[in-house]
């Protein structure tokens, strides 16, 4: 019984402490206090996959889940980079952004954090886990958005992107980075005016955030993934009693597109990015989910496709290749059970405003 005091004891003002620097980072943002970092470590590239020396068919931004603490990918989130790359030599690829920091500065280049990381490496994920929910908070949110907008946006002009070039940048998430993606939307838009697609993968997010100047948001879910669900509770606007949330709004709209990906669960051994375990079909997770991701894109944004594939992209390839993405298996219309929802093509109209 001595032990759950203790914990609370210690583990109280840890929790408080880090509420308090993850509002830190966005308010020092905001007030000009720290200037954000741009520059990568030594020998990083800006952006991986197609041939620097021409434009690429679509630019992708990778933003992981919590357990983003660097520059460089996680274990995870870095299998899923190389996979997409490997499939799609056509895209350029970033998955440099820190999605969990306004100022982005890596956690392990702090000191403190670093000696920490040693010790006690949870505060880490409770560091970014304050961020989401900071990220998400009304009061915050516009500034957060603002920041990491901006981040996104100076990586890709780094990268070589040229605002105006009509080429596509996707913005690909996992777990909690969904809040950070589709919260990024609106500056993206402002800066970059370039045609977005967004695509979740186990999406964490308030549901917000306006979708207005999103041209699709492909959500990979699936029924194993508890953690993806608890924020279809805890987040008022995601409940569909909230018609006018940005999520809702979206939805109606035609904009967003579920994909099941069952029986994937959120981590572990059945996990979306698991290379390990193999599905019935023979693939991995993460190849399912790498196929999925590629296919989409191919799909929705024009990208060519790999030298290897057969040419060219005309209506009933691009048709079978949304299938394949979304399990579809014979006659056209005939959709495997639990495999996909598909919600009517985003056509225009009127701009919304979303309510918090």
């Not at 520059?39 to 197609?50: C, I, S, T, W």
């Not at 939307?185 to 695509?199: D, M, S």
Request: aromatic share 8%; with cysteine.
């Amino acid at each position: 019984m001595t032990e759950f005091p203790l914990l609370v004891l210690v583990l109280g003002p840890v929790l408080l402490a880090e509420a308090l620097l993850a509002r830190y980072e966005v308010m020092a943002y905001t007030a000009g206090w720290r200037t954000p970092a741009t520059e990568l470590p030594q020998g990083m590239p800006y952006a991986r996959g197609a041939d620097p020396g021409r434009p690429p068919d679509a630019y992708l931004v990778y933003l992981d889940g919590i357990g983003k603490r660097r520059f460089h990918d996680t274990r995870d989130g870095g299998q899923l980079v190389k996979a997409l790359i490997a499939g799609a030599p056509e895209l350029r690829v970033l998955g440099q952004v820190q999605p969990y920091s306004p100022l982005a500065d890596p956690l392990v280049d702090r000191p403190v954090w670093a000696w920490l990381r040693r010790r006690i490496g949870l505060l880490l994920f409770l560091h970014n886990v304050m961020q989401i929910f900071v990220a998400a908070d009304h009061r915050y949110r516009p500034l957060y958005n603002r920041a990491v907008g901006a981040q996104i946006a100076g990586q890709l002009r780094l990268a070589g992107y040229r605002s105006g070039s009509d080429i596509p940048v996707v913005l690909l998430s996992y777990s909690g980075g969904a809040q950070v993606a589709i919260g990024a939307v609106a500056e993206l838009h402002t800066q970059l005016r370039a045609p977005l697609l967004l695509i979740t993968l186990g999406g964490f997010h308030n549901g917000a955030n306006d979708l207005t100047h999103a041209r699709h948001l492909h959500q990979l879910t699936s029924g194993g993934d508890r953690i993806e669900r608890v924020s279809t509770w805890i987040f008022p606007q995601r409940w569909r009693l909230l018609r006018r949330s940005g999520w809702n709004l979206a939805d109606r709209a035609g904009k967003i597109t579920v994909h099941r990906l069952d029986p994937a669960t959120h981590v572990g051994r059945r996990g979306y990015i698991n290379p390990e375990t193999l599905l019935p079909d023979g693939r991995s997770y993460l190849d399912r989910t790498a196929d999925t991701v590629i296919a989409l894109i191919r799909a929705h944004c024009g990208v060519t496709a790999a030298k290897d594939d057969p040419p060219p992209y005309t209506a009933a390839r691009r048709r079978r290749l949304l299938d394949r993405a979304q399990g579809v298996r014979g006659a056209r219309g005939s959709v495997v059970a639990g495999s996909a929802r598909r919600a009517p093509r985003w056509r225009g109209g009127t701009p919304y405003r979303p309510i918090d």
